[in-house]
């Protein structure tokens, strides 16, 4: 089983920046692929950016240029560092683990961009 916590949600004004953080229960050499999705109120969950144990990157349409997600393997910990954010970029962000024993989530972190 894998345990995940999420931190840095906050509000911030557009064109700011955050930088979410998940710290992970297992090593992250043990975690096929890590992402962030997140959820805006009344749409589904959606897929932001992923990230393989092979350091491959995929990324949403809509935050490429803009997201950078990354992982720190000795801290066993997962980042999103999130740029020139907009008003649409508001949800809760959930950290995801894709471990051999099954997909886990954190319990999310709430990022508003207003003004």
Known sequence: ??????????LVQ???SLRLSCA???????????GWYRQAPGKERELVAT????????????????????RDNAKNMLYLQMNSLKPEDTAVYYCNALHYSG?????????TVSS
């Open 103 to 111: 997909s886990y989530w954190g319990q999310g972190t709430q990022v």
């Open 51 to 70: 990230i393989t144990s092979g350091d491959s990157t995929n990324y949403a349409d809509s935050v490429k240029g803009r997201f950078t997600i990354s």
């Open 24 to 34: 992970t229960s297992r090593s992250i050499f043990s975690i096929n692929r890590m």
């Open 1 to 10: 089983q894998v345990h995940l916590v999420e931190s840095g949600g906050g």
């Open 14 to 16: 557009p064109g700011g």
